[in-house]
Each structure stands twice: as structure tokens, then as C-alpha cells.
């Protein structure tokens, strides 16, 4: 079982940046991939940046490309998610999440369907 505990969230004004942590506990080492993801209400949760673990491949959406940037320090078991120039559309719960295998086709490490462990959220909101 994976724990994670979320943390960097808040009220930002545009233009903005804010850090967002996520601390991972657990079965640390047994994920295929682990990303950020958000949602807001009446809508799908949608990745925003994972990182496939074998080959730490990154996946980035591309509304936040050049804005968002994912990283992690394994000595920490500590996924990050570096947010830039912060828009009001960027409004949403994040979640961190972990995926624990391949999936059937090519972009299933980075579709929320394949994830089975989330944390739970941490509101980030844009607004001047």
C-alpha cells in the first residue's frame, strides 16, 4: 500500500508560481510510473506530469508545457511539481499518484484509468 502526503498548495495571484510536494510512503519502489494529476469539479481528471520510473521518462500536458516542471529526489521518496506563470485555468484539486505496471498501450503510464493509488489533494487557486 502507498501513502502520500500532499503539501505547496494555496491561493495564488496570476502570473504566480507555487511548489507542490508530494512525500511517498509504502511500497515506494514498486510503481511503474508516478505523476500530479488534477481535477475540478464536473470534470475527468486529467495528468498534468508523470514520470515513467525505468527509463524516467516524462510526460508533460500541453497546456502547462514551459510553465510546469516535475521533478523528484528519490533520497526523499518526494515527488515535486514546479508551477509557473500560474493561470486562473490552472485552477483545480492536484493529486499525486502512482501507477503500478505497464499498461496496454502507449500512453497508459501517464492515463489516471491505470493509477490505483492517489493522495488526497491539494487545492491550488489562481485568481487576482
Known amino acids: 500500500q502507498v501513502q502520500f502526503v500532499e503539501s505547496g498548495g494555496g491561493l495564488v495571484q496570476p502570473g504566480g508560481s507555487l511548489r507542490l510536494s508530494c512525500v511517498v510512503s509504502?511500497?515506494?519502489?514498486?510503481?511503474?510510473?508516478i505523476g500530479w494529476f488534477r481535477q475540478v469539479p464536473g470534470k475527468e481528471r486529467q495528468a498534468v506530469s508523470c514520470?515513467?520510473?525505468?527509463?524516467?521518462?516524462?510526460y508533460v500536458r500541453d497546456s502547462v508545457k514551459d510553465r510546469f516542471t516535475i521533478s523528484r529526489d528519490n533520497a526523499k521518496n518526494t515527488l515535486y511539481l514546479q508551477m509557473n506563470s500560474l493561470k486562473p485555468e490552472d485552477t483545480a484539486v492536484y493529486y499525486c499518484?502512482?501507477?503500478?505496471?505497464?499498461?496496454?498501450?502507449?500512453?497508459?503510464?501517464?492515463?489516471?484509468?491505470?493509477?490505483?493509488?492517489w493522495g488526497q489533494g491539494t487545492q491550488v487557486t489562481v485568481s487576482s
Open positions: 499518484a502512482t501507477n503500478p505496471r505497464a499498461g496496454t498501450y502507449a500512453g497508459s503510464w501517464y492515463d489516471p484509468d491505470y493509477f490505483d493509488s
Open positions: 509504502g511500497s515506494t519502489l514498486d510503481y511503474y510510473s
Open positions: 514520470i515513467r520510473n525505468h527509463d524516467g521518462s516524462i
